[in-house]
Structure formats: structure tokens, C-alpha cells
């Protein structure tokens, strides 16, 4: 079935350095890959999406590569600040017409002053 | 623009008593969803609507009954809670055409005891 799952529970990363969080998805049929941050006591919020037919894709400050051969979404935040300080969410969308959002579990990124 | 606003915020259940979860969106939203979150996992798809009268199963519906009178509202109803329904609720909401840009509410919290 579908699933898409994280590889670090945990990420600790000093302010200014950069960030990458990973995640490994199952469902080759996926069409887009969203990535979702979620602060203490929040919803999550929807950052950045890549469809399947590209391999990169940038934002304000985070950059979102896809690699199709090995199944692999990863979140780049360039000059991690305090407020990067939440619970990022890899998730996937399906391709036939509509299709339901499914998440993984998610990555918790601690920046160190 | 108030996005999706959830009511109440918190809620302390007996085992056995019923609720309702309310949820509305000022966006003009095809799509609603309820989503569940429990400690340290991913969200879980409780049920969705594609349009008013329309609704569908997710991933852990039972336990839960929706309705979608309106484009607006999109509530959730507890019946005959049990401790396993202990978790955090959300609800979201997504424009046609950008299904997988969901804008979620701040949550509800709900403890069955």
C-alpha cells in the first residue's frame, strides 16, 4: 500500500548552517510530494510541492529535490533561523484525478541558537 | 479572511458521551477534510468532502459521521466517544485544482476519559 516515511525522527542544527530533512515515499504513482511544517500548537502549513516530472524545485529559502530512481523527497532550508523550529512533514498526492494528501510521520528540527 | 477556523479548541470527553466538532472555512473551498493527529505521529484521514451533500470515507472513519450542508461548514461528530478517539483533530480545506495545498485549522484537542 501507500506510505511514505521518514528517516530521522529528530534533527538538531545550529542557526545560520543549512538544513536537509529526508523521506523515503513507496507509491510510484504519486504525482506531487508536499512538504508541510508544523509549529507547537498549530496546524501544519504547507510549504513547498514538487510533481513528480520534475527533480528540483526552489522557494524562499528551501529547496525541495525529488529522486524518482531510488524513491527519496528531501527539504533543504538554507540559513536555519529559530523560527525553521518545528515538525516537517514529507506527504504525497496521487495522479488520478483526485486523490487524498497522505502524510508520514514526521521529522522534528531543533535549531541551536 | 479568518482561512479555517475550529471550535472549541479543547474538550475533555467521558467514554460513551457524543460530540460535535465544527469546522468552517471562509475561502470558497471545494474540498474539506478531517484529519486526526495522535502524540509523535502523522495526520490520518478521518473523512472529506468534495462539494455540499458530497462526503467520503478516509483512512480511520469509524467512530465518526460527517456532513457537508454547505460549502462553508464541514462538522464532525463523535458518537459514543471511546479512549482510542483521544488525539488531535484538524480540519482542512483545499481549492480545486491545488488538492494538495491543504490549509488546515489550528486543531482541536479531545481526551476521552
Known amino acids: 500500500g501507500e506510505s511514505v516515511g521518514l528517516h530521522l525522527p529528530t534533527l538538531s542544527v545550529q542557526e545560520g548552517d543549512n538544513s536537509i530533512i529526508n523521506c523515503a515515499y513507496s507509491?510510484?504513482?504519486?504525482?506531487?510530494f508536499i512538504w508541510y511544517k508544523q509549529e507547537s500548537g498549530k496546524g501544519p502549513q504547507f510549504i513547498i510541492d514538487?510533481?513528480?516530472?520534475?527533480d528540483k524545485r526552489q522557494g524562499q529559502r528551501v529547496t525541495v529535490l525529488l529522486n524518482k530512481t531510488v524513491k527519496h523527497l528531501s527539504l533543504q532550508i538554507a540559513a536555519t533561523q529559530p523560527g525553521d523550529s518545528a515538525v516537517y512533514f514529507c506527504?504525497?498526492?496521487?495522479?488520478?484525478?483526485?486523490?487524498?494528501?497522505?502524510f508520514g510521520t514526521g521529522t522534528k528540527l531543533q535549531v541551536i541558537p | 479572511n479568518a482561512g479555517v477556523t475550529q471550535t472549541p479548541k479543547f474538550r475533555i470527553l467521558k467514554i460513551g458521551q457524543s460530540m460535535t466538532l465544527q469546522c468552517a472555512q471562509d475561502?470558497?473551498?471545494?474540498?474539506m477534510y478531517w484529519y486526526r493527529q495522535d502524540p509523535g505521529m502523522g495526520l490520518k484521514l478521518i473523512y472529506y468532502?468534495?462539494?455540499?451533500?458530497?462526503?467520503d470515507k478516509g483512512e480511520v472513519p469509524n467512530g465518526y459521521n460527517v456532513s457537508r450542508s454547505t460549502t462553508e461548514d464541514f462538522p464532525l461528530r463523535l458518537e459514543l466517544a471511546a479512549p482510542s478517539q483521544t488525539s488531535v483533530y484538524f480540519c482542512?480545506?483545499?481549492?480545486?485544482?491545488?488538492?494538495?495545498?491543504?490549509?488546515f485549522g489550528s486543531g482541536t484537542q479531545l481526551s476521552v476519559l
Open positions: 482542512a480545506s483545499s481549492d480545486r485544482g491545488s488538492y494538495e495545498k491543504l490549509f
Open positions: 506527504a504525497e498526492k496521487g495522479w488520478r484525478g483526485y486523490q487524498k494528501v497522505t
Open positions: 514538487i510533481r513528480s516530472n520534475m
Open positions: 468532502s468534495v462539494g455540499a451533500g458530497i462526503t
Open positions: 475561502m470558497n473551498h471545494n474540498y
Open positions: 507509491n510510484s504513482a504519486s504525482d506531487y
